[in-house]
């Protein structure tokens, strides 16, 4: 198996129910994150996206392609939404270390992402 490190990191502050991110949905804010982090890494490019995503309701679709559109990469990246409760972001970055381990990819964006203020009371 191939070493894989993690080259870039970013987060978005902590945000509050009904707070100052509430009109800020969580593909916004991963997408912040995102860029942030592939600037970190001095990365232009990746193989794919892995978000995770657990409030998934009125998000729209493909949470995780949203964020990545966000972060400013282009059409041509895959990207998977993962819907774990808690733990969603963490199992997103397992998947990438395992697909760079493998020999899969190169270059992995993973995180979390998530918007309790713009979650559907349902």
């Known amino acids: 198996m191939r070493q ?3 080259a870039g ?3 978005t502050p902590m945000g509050g129910f009904q707070g100052l991110f ?3 949905t ?3 804010l991963g997408g912040v994150a ?3 982090a592939l600037q970190d890494a001095r990365c232009t490019a990746v193989d794919e996206v892995i978000m995770g995503c657990v409030l998934g309701a009125g998000q ?3 949470p995780a392609r949203q964020a990545g559109f966000a972060a400013g990469l282009n059409k041509d990246v895959p990207a998977t939404t993962l819907n774990k409760m808690c733990g969603s972001g ?3 970055a397992m998947i990438a270390h395992d697909q760079i ?3 899969q990819a190169e270059l992995v964006a993973a995180g979390g992402m998530e918007s309790m203020s713009n979650a559907p009371y349902l």
């Open 4 to 6: 894989v490190v993690i």
């Open 9 to 11: 990191a970013a987060r």
């Open 22 to 24: 509430q009109d800020v």
């Open 26 to 28: 969580a593909a916004s």
């Open 34 to 36: 995102l860029k942030a």
């Open 60 to 62: 729209g679709q493909a």
């Open 90 to 92: 963490m199992k997103a």
């Open 101 to 103: 381990a493998l020999g």
